[in-house]
């Protein structure tokens, strides 16, 4: 067993794959394991897991908006949770109110940009969004629509998403976070923790902090790591005894990065099984 995917959205969140589309092609690009992990949702499970072709291995997970607030001002930062429980109640308020500050958030995003004369509007995004977890790809994608910007890269400069039209998320205390996802039988793993193309990054103290917290993992192998990144990553998960993953973090085609890109050693993966009391893996 060799293909192991532990980082994919769908249109739970700001995927464009559906989630049954998503598990067919994880199958169809020769994944033996991988995982759905929307940003604040489960909304995605079902649908991925009765659409489950056979052979193929399906983690249920999601990725939380988190928050680190020992730097002024906090900095953001995305843990993936895998196999909890979706019905324990503490975890589960939190993905409500975390879905709950999205869609406030995009709204006073686009209110800011029809301020400014953009023509687009909350009816649109939140319809590209289509029930799912609001995120600012859908309002890339209204900015696309809307002739202003031709890709969501183009979206995320600075003059649009990035930081004119920027408007920061409540998200979850990172401690919380860890703490809510063992409580509900689940295994935190740290998404791109050194992604410095994406802004700020948490000092290596936090990570032992958060690894003492119960922290389980780190993902290394992410394209927005560079190759010294990467090496960082595992030295510190080494050194601090977390297992390592490399995903793919596809998005369909909000990104370019194809599945299967990077992936997750076997061991791993078993670990991060092992650990788990929350759901069990499909197939
Ligand atoms: P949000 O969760 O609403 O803050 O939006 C962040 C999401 O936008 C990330 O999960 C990525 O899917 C996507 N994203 C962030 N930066 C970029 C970028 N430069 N180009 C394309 N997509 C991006
Ligand atoms: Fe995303
Ligand atoms: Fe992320
Ligand atoms: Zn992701």
């Not at 009816?123 to 309002?139: K, L, M, N, Q, T």
Request: glycine content about 10%.
């Amino acid at each position: 067993m060799t293909g192991i995917d532990l980082h994919c959205h769908s249109t739970a969140s700001d995927g464009t794959f559906t989630p049954a589309e998503l598990v067919r092609a994880g199958a169809a690009a020769g994944l033996d394991v991988m995982a759905i992990t929307d940003h604040d949702t489960t909304g995605g499970w079902d649908e991925a897991a009765a659409a489950r072709p056979a052979g193929l291995r399906l983690v249920r997970g999601a990725e939380l908006s988190c928050r680190w607030h020992g730097a002024e001002p906090a900095i953001p930062l995305h843990l993936l949770a895998y196999l909890f429980d979706p019905a324990e109640p503490v975890l589960a308020g939190e993905l409500v109110r975390l879905r709950e500050d999205r869609e406030q958030r995009a709204e006073k995003i686009v209110g800011k940009l029809r301020a400014d004369g953009v023509p687009i509007s909350w009816d649109e995004v939140s319809g590209y969004a289509a029930g799912g977890s609001v995120g600012r790809p859908h309002i890339a994608q209204a900015l696309i629509r809307a002739g202003l910007v031709r890709t969501t890269t183009e979206a995320f400069a600075s003059a649009w998403l990035g930081a004119r039209y920027f408007v920061p998320k409540s998200d979850l205390d990172v401690f919380d976070a860890v703490r809510a996802v063992r409580e509900a039988g689940g295994v935190a793993v740290f998404a791109h923790p050194r992604a410095t193309v994406r802004g700020r990054v948490v000092p290596d103290e936090l990570i032992a902090e958060l690894a003492r917290a119960g922290l389980f993992g780190l993902e290394a192998d992410h394209e927005d790591h560079t190759p010294a990144e990467r090496a960082q990553v595992r030295a510190l998960a080494d050194r601090l005894g977390l297992v390592v993953t490399g995903s793919s973090d596809f998005h369909g085609t909000h990104k370019a990065v194809q599945l299967g890109a990077f992936t997750t050693d076997p061991e791993a993966y078993e670990k991060i099984v092992s650990a788990a009391a929350g759901v069990p893996v499909l197939g």
